[in-house]
Nanobody, 124 residues
Framework: QVQLVESGGGLVQAGGSLRLKCVLS????????MGWFRQAPGKEREFVAA????????YYLDSVKGRFTISRDNAKNTVYLQMNSLKPEDTAVYYC?????????????????WGQGTQVTVSS
């Protein structure tokens, strides 16, 4: 059974940076495509970024392109989301997600395993 634990959230001023971390346990990370999602108060959960199991493909929400970078370290069973130039509208609970196997990664991929989330708050 896959377990995902996120960390790295916090309070930051607009323009600042945070790096979120997601540790996968129970299975080997290299077998999974990984994604980051977020949910702001009163809004639906939205896709943010995804990375293929090989790390060779990535996909981003348009509004975070050029500011956020998803990466993975399979040796550490860890996925990262580096967030730069943060804006108040990036404020949300950020969730890590995993989906077994190869295949394209995009906003439509069906991720079956989820973490508990980490809060990111960007002040103006």
């Amino acid at each position: 059974q896959v377990q995902l634990v996120e960390s790295g959230g916090g309070l930051v001023q607009a323009g600042g940076s945070l790096r979120l971390k997601c540790v996968l346990s129970g299975r080997t990370l290299s077998s999974y495509a990984m994604g980051w999602f977020r949910q702001a108060p009163g809004k639906e959960r939205e896709f943010v970024a995804a990375i293929s199991w090989s790390g060779g493909s990535t996909y981003y929400l348009d509004s975070v392109k050029g500011r956020f970078t998803i990466s993975r370290d399979n040796a550490k069973n860890t996925v990262y989301l580096q967030m730069n130039s943060l804006k108040p509208e990036d404020t949300a609970v950020y969730y890590c997600a995993a989906d077994y196997g190869p295949g394209p990664v995009d906003a439509n991929r069906d991720f079956g395993s989820w973490g508990q989330g980490t809060q990111v708050t960007v002040s103006s």
